[in-house]
């Protein structure tokens, strides 16, 4: 009885900090899984927008492209993202302490390993998210439209190549016609609704081709509506480009979290000397079911 009480407040005695350790989190491995993670990740979407995937464009040739294309785009953002945040969930269960014999009771160290990789994936997505939007800012800020004038809308860089075609002339004096492609092109933008362009726009825009580009009635009727019918494409497969865009984003972003997760569990089994938990090696099993053995 005496052992007993000795070995049971030996136990409650260091109880406290065997667990304060245990629970202490290692920002160095959180932040190099992190950086790592962000860095494949830069190479593999560089790579793909060299090759052509990438995602979405506003140039006319990207807004010709297939939706094989545009769904072959966003499943290489889905496998770019299960590598990225692979690799950095298992150098941040890798790199992380090894916990106390105490934790070996139970899978708290598994949890602890997986909470690390998530953590490092969370960070991974917010160095994403910031190195986007300085991108964006400095894109938007150095745009043409942007410096050279403040008329410019929406619709000047997706419905740029249609405005061109709306004032074309193979003779006409020089003019500022910014102003009026941004009226024009805020009208177009509005093929694309419900109701479509009004009949008062339209009228209007044929008479600002007809002025402009000195054609008679009926080719400024003809010019109009085929540019109302190239912008309502235009708008759509833009906007089906966005959809898968948002849809591929998404659902990377949520499996680089559950493989950041088991990477990290599987780095840090790696780094105690321990194998695999059955959950990762049955996985690749696909429920195969045993043989008969023969009877001798």
């Known amino acids: 009885m ?13 109880r406290l900090p065997v667990a304060a350790d245990r629970w202490r989190i290692h920002w ?21 927008v060299a090759v052509g995937l ?42 992380t302490r090894q916990a106390n014999a105490v934790s070996a009771i139970d899978d708290d ?41 403040g008329n410019a809308t929406a619709a000047e860089p997706l419905l740029s190549y249609e405005l061109d075609k709306l004032f074309r002339a193979p003779r006409r004096p020089p003019a500022d016609l910014r102003e009026t492609r941004a009226e024009a092109g805020r009208i177009l933008m509005t093929s694309s609704s419900h109701g479509g362009v009004s009949s008062d726009d339209r009228t209007y825009l044929v008479q600002q081709v007809t002025a402009l580009t000195g054609l008679t009635g009926p080719d400024s009727e003809r010019r109009v509506d085929a540019a109302i019918a190239d912008s309502r494409t235009a708008i759509n497969r833009a906007r089906r480009s966005s959809i898968i865009l948002a849809f591929s984003v998404a659902a990377a972003t949520l499996i680089g979290a559950v493989v950041a997760w088991a990477a990290a569990v599987a780095g840090g089994r790696h780094r105690d000397g321990e194998p695999l938990p059955n959950w990762i090696v049955s996985s690749n099993r696909f429920h195969r079911t045993p043989r008969a053995m023969p009877v001798p």
Request: no cysteine; charged share 10%; proline share 2%.
């Open 109 to 149: 160290g598994e949890r602890w390993d997986g909470l690390h990789g998530l953590m490092s994936w969370a960070l991974a997505v917010l160095i994403g998210g910031v190195f986007l939007a300085f991108l964006g800012t400095a894109a938007i800020d150095r745009s043409p439209a942007r410096t050279s004038t």
């Open 54 to 95: 990438g995602i979405s464009s506003t140039s006319p040739t990207w807004r010709d492209a297939s939706a094989a294309l545009a769904l072959l785009s966003g499943l290489y953002l889905i496998l770019q993202a299960v590598a990225s945040f692979g690799f950095g969930g298992y150098v941040a269960g890798r790199t």
């Open 28 to 48: 160095s491995s959180i932040v190099a899984g992190a950086f790592a993670a962000a860095a494949l990740s830069f190479i593999l979407v560089s790579f793909g």
């Open 2 to 14: 005496a052992i007993e009480a000795l070995v049971q407040d030996e136990v409650i005695e260091n």
